[in-house]
């Protein structure tokens, strides 16, 4: 049966109403289908798209299997139907009813002449990316055009019948449209342009997306590469081609080989960070910043095979988001170091911890995609653990082996957990009880593992020093192995630690005097952080539980509607915006607080001063850490912890235009890791983590024998 979710990843960043209702109705009507399951449908699809009328206006001609007597396709609500040829019909909410006579057996087809106005709103500079694509299905402006698979910009086929499509895309000289499958054409006359693409394996509904475009390209084997870019962009092609070859290479000697024909970049007129089956659509701010090659493309090559590729069965749980980012963001930190691919497991942890830990935590298992920051703590960060202690289980060679036999078994396939933990058991030579037991401890029901260390001593054992001392894990338990590394000064010694109940002991034999001991100490184990673990940082204001938001007294007066942007960016949408005298007013106990300028009044200007000398602020200066101060900045955003309270504060120093503060407002919701961050002209200048306290798992013996 077709399902919405094999194209998981273009589709897996929006709740569309729409999809869901196609989805819905697939379920009622694929009984009545079976007869012709195994022929397809054919669509030879012309349209053309009107840009001053925001319309697009189509000619399907469907060509039908044997037999077939009726059908449905779907349109997005409000499309007009011309025409229709070769069927009587019904027009009901969208979905036309198509009804041709059976008297001849022979191959049929129909001809659907429709147009429809997308005009969908778009914001080019949205305060917070947690909803990339802001839900906009299909919009049409002066140059380009954005539909979404689920626009019903051409008639969706509800039947569950394998379909290609030969697409042809006319529009205004110089606007070429770009979608899955194979380019055959980008041809211009005197007035107009013709894109035709050829779709031999739909992953799902089709997305389409067309632009005023500079077209670059190469061939890597027999795949083309692409980009898509507006002319203000086009020199920035060679920097994607050569990415995309790189990164192709790399999960072709990884996992097998690359299964589209092409992969391309494509430019969006507004935010966007998605992924299709061999494309991928960004947006024009976001192809300008210099890392994107190395990461979110990165990514998005990567879901060509997983995801894109190897299909997700979504009825158990989202694996594709978690393998994609274990085997391109996490694994490109640890093709630079350790201890990058360190810090980037302890900010995945940092993320659980603080926004998804608790009462917005779920199992993977219920994992879709991604929808708010909780849900991509879980299902993206959560998911790429699973993996990585599995790997650390199991060894590379076999879980890297496991994921070959994946792809070579399962390219077009819908897949679930299962299948993976097959892969593993077989190559990990794991027995059924291990895998379950893994399986269901971490992908069907929620949370982490609570440790902690206890009664640690020193003894002698046969002359040498013996460290001795317990783990211990709270409710909900799990079977896992926890790394236990004791240092001396010359050496240190590692040990797994076999934790599946409430205690398990350990020892440790050094050959010198041991200093230290440490359980997890390099962040292999899917657990909840302590809060000495994890610096002040503005995903920990995000995380934040209870915020006070206070706008310093005599603000001027857009600086409130600008403080709720930057609240609505930082997770806090919703909550009360106080003044200085409210402020005063109230009980803030334990609160955490947001200052938006400089407080005025005693109670703000207390705090403040309490964080002693790590920072110094004014209304006209500031300096949070060495380069991090006015002399470079017009703005600031620091976070400080006090007492495991967390205080911070924006301050557009005394004279920045407001144009600048609103620009600066909206960078913050990115930079989630940091804590010190100061911007001029609202470019970053300056940026840094707080210092963290310490951990419970670390533990100094002194000077023990
Ligand atoms: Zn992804």
């Not at 109705?25 to 840009?51: C, G, K, M, P, R």
Request: glycine share 8%; charged share 20%; aromatic share 12%.
């Amino acid at each position: 049966m077709v399902s919405d979710f094999r194209q998981i990843y273009s589709l897996c960043r929006l709740r569309p109403a729409f999809i869901f209702a196609i989805a819905g109705l697939w379920i009622l009507f694929a009984t009545a289908f079976d007869s012709v399951a195994q022929q397809n449908i054919h669509h030879e699809l012309e349209v053309e798209i009107l840009h001053d009328a925001k319309t697009l206006r189509g000619i399907d001609t469907i060509h039908l299997p044997e037999g077939v007597s009726r059908l449905r396709a779907a349109f997005r609500p409000g499309v007009r139907i011309l025409a229709v040829e070769g069927a009587t019909h019904t027009y009901r909410d969208g979905v036309l009813y198509l009804n041709l006579e059976t008297s001849d057996p022979s191959p049929k087809s129909v001809v659907l002449r429709y147009e429809g106005v997308f005009d969908d709103p778009f914001e080019a500079e949205p305060f917070s990316m947690d909803n990339p694509g802001q839900g906009v299905m299909g919009t049409i402006t002066q140059d380009a055009a954005f539909f979404l698979a689920g626009s019903g910009w051409y008639p969706v086929i509800l039947e569950d019948t394998a379909e290609t499509f030969r697409v042809s895309v006319t529009a205004p000289k110089g606007i070429y449209a770009v979608m899955e499958g194979r380019l055959e054409t980008h041809a211009d006359d005197a007035e107009k342009s013709l894109s035709t693409w050829s779709v031999s394996r739909p992953s799902g509904p089709l997305a389409m997306f067309a632009g005023r475009y500079v077209v670059n390209e190469r061939m890597h084997d027999k795949v083309r590469i692409a980009t898509y870019f507006f002319a203000a962009n086009a020199g920035l092609a060679t920097r994607y081609l050569d990415a995309v070859q790189r990164h192709i290479t790399r999960y072709e000697t990884l996992h097998g080989p690359y299964p589209f024909d092409k992969f391309a970049v494509v430019e969006n007129f507004f935010p966007t960070g998605y992924g299709f089956p061999s494309y991928t659509l960004l947006g024009s701010r976001v192809l300008r910043l210099p890392f994107i090659p190395d990461t979110s493309l990165r990514h998005e090559v990567a879901h060509c095979w997983w995801g894109n590729g190897v299909f997700v069965d979504a009825a158990g749980g989202n694996w594709c988001e978690g393998l994609t980012t274990y085997v391109a963001d996490y694994l490109s930190k640890e093709e630079h170091s350790f201890e990058e691919a360190r810090d980037y497991r302890l900010r995945t942890l940092e993320n659980y911890t603080l926004l998804a830990a608790g009462a917005q935590d779920f199992p993977l298992s219920t994992f879709r995609s991604r929808y708010n920051p909780a849900s991509q703590a879980v299902g993206y960060g959560k998911a790429m653990f699973v993996f990585h202690m599995m790997r650390l289980w199991i060894g590379d060679k076999a879980f890297w082996a496991a994921l070959r036999d994946i792809y070579a078994e399962r390219l077009y396939q819908r897949t679930s957990w299962g299948h993976f933990m097959d892969a593993f058991a077989e190559r990990g030579g794991l027995s059924r009880d291990e895998v379950r037991t893994f399986h269901n401890q971490w992908i069907t029901r929620p949370g982490a593992l609570q440790l902690a260390m206890d009664s640690l001593r020193v003894v002698s054992a046969a002359d040498r020093p013996q460290v001795e001392g317990i783990l211990i894990q709270k409710s909900p338990r799990f079977n896992v192995r926890v790394p236990v590394e004791v240092t001396a000064a010359s050496a240190s010694r590692r040990e797994n630690v076999y934790l599946d109940d409430a205690t398990a002991t350990f020892s440790i034999r050094m050959q010198g005097a041991p200093r230290t001991v440490a359980a997890d100490p390099d962040f292999d184990v899917f657990r909840l952080l302590y809060p000495e673990e994890i610096p002040a940082t503005i995903n920990a204001v995000k995380g934040s539980k209870s915020l006070a938001a206070v706008l310093a007294e005599d603000s001027p007066a857009p600086w409130v509607e600008i403080f709720r942007g930057l609240l609505m960016g930082l997770n806090h949408g919703d909550i009360e915006i106080w003044s200085e005298s409210s402020f005063a007013a109230e009980d803030t106990a334990g609160k955490d607080i947001l200052f938006f300028g400089m407080p005025k009044r005693e109670k703000g200007r207390n705090l403040l001063s309490a964080l002693g000398d790590q920072a110094v602020l004014s209304a006209g200066a500031f300096q949070v850490a060495e380069d991090i101060s006015n002399r470079n900045a017009d703005t600031m955003f620091a976070v400080f912890k006090k007492n495991q309270r967390l205080v911070a504060m924006f301050l557009p120093v005394a004279g920045t235009d407001v144009e600048t503060v609103l620009r600066t407002a909206r960078k913050i919701t990115h930079y989630g890791r940091y804590g010190l961050l100061s911007f001029k002209d609202g470019v970053n200048t300056g940026k840094g983590v707080g210092e963290i306290s310490g951990s419970p798992l670390v533990v100094d013996l002194g000077d023990n024998p």
